[in-house]
């Protein structure tokens, strides 16, 4: 068996055919795909902060990938990988792991029985779970039925307005998300990217504002509480609850759960059938909200590290 390593180099045509090949072989085995949407397009680009990782196991069969995105400076790099079925339990998984840096956390997004073979495969390597990402979901037309949105009096309900609250939703996001590394360090750049992608629909973000109080910017209110609502697929029928953020200030007056059920309106009045949401498995405050709404697990994702 031979390893071969890309370093910010892009992979050669027939080989990031076969790359996804084995994913899709992967993928239509084990019911889940191994590879996450960013390393799937990866594949395919010159990124020079992804190293492709092949197993040849008899030339010229590639009989496994691995691909490590390089992390920040607090920030781990990032590795997915996958053997092609017809190649596993002959140490082609463990020569892949083998040669990614020691420091690299390794994404697991397989589903039942596959799960559990990816959670043996990285502890019999002497890896452990350090993150489990929780994918929730609840049916939107059937299932337990969810309460009455309850908002303090003080407050009123509207929508994101594009070229006013940009700024004040910076803010609140960063403070309620002050110990989330992604999702706190979001700047009014990313969030207009986000504004010009297909699904951005400013209906579905909810804005639970103070009409009372005054920012130091000149937009008359203050968002006290936020549920960011995705539908992507536009025209599917899966709505996402993609953030919901209370200021810290204004966090424990029920807001957070309010605010939630309060989107969850909103995509059943858009005729969706489903909706999903990622919580990390950690932050049992969140997942106690959702369970307490009829939301039930459906996935983990979980990303494993090298135990020393
Ligand atoms: C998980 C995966 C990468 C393992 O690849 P592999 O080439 O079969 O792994 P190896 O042959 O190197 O296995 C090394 C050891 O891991 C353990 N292991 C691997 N697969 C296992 C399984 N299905 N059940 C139990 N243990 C398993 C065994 O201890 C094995 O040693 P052994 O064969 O001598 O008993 C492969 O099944 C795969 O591509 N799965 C889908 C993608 C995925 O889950 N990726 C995330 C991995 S963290």
Known sequence: ??????????????????????AAEAEATDGSPPLSEQFRLSVESGDPNVTHVLSYAAEPALA?????????????????????????????GSALLAALPREARVWSHATGPAAKAADAFARAMGFEPVRSLLVMGRSLVDGPPWPVAVVPERYSVRSFEPGRD???????????????????????RDLEQRMAQPWWDPAGFILVVDESATGDTDHADRIAAFHWTKVDPPEGDTGEVYVVGVSPDRQGEGLGKAVTILG???????????VILYVDEENVAAVRTYAGLGFTDREVHRQYALIE
């Open 264 to 274: 969850l309106d909103h995509l059943r009045a858009r005729g969706l059938r489903d």
């Open 166 to 188: 940009e700024d004040a939703w910076v803010a609140v996001n960063a403070a309620a998300f002050a110990s989330h590394p992604e999702q706190g360090a979001l700047t009014r």
């Open 64 to 92: 496994g990938y691995a691909q490590v995105r390089a992390g920040s400076a607090d920030e781990p790099p990032a590795a997915e990988l996958v053997v092609a079925p017809g190649w596993r339990r002959q140490g082609v």
């Open 1 to 22: 068996m031979s390893i071969e390593l890309r370093d910010g180099q892009p992979l050669r045509l027939d080989e990031s055919r076969r790359v996804l090949e084995i």
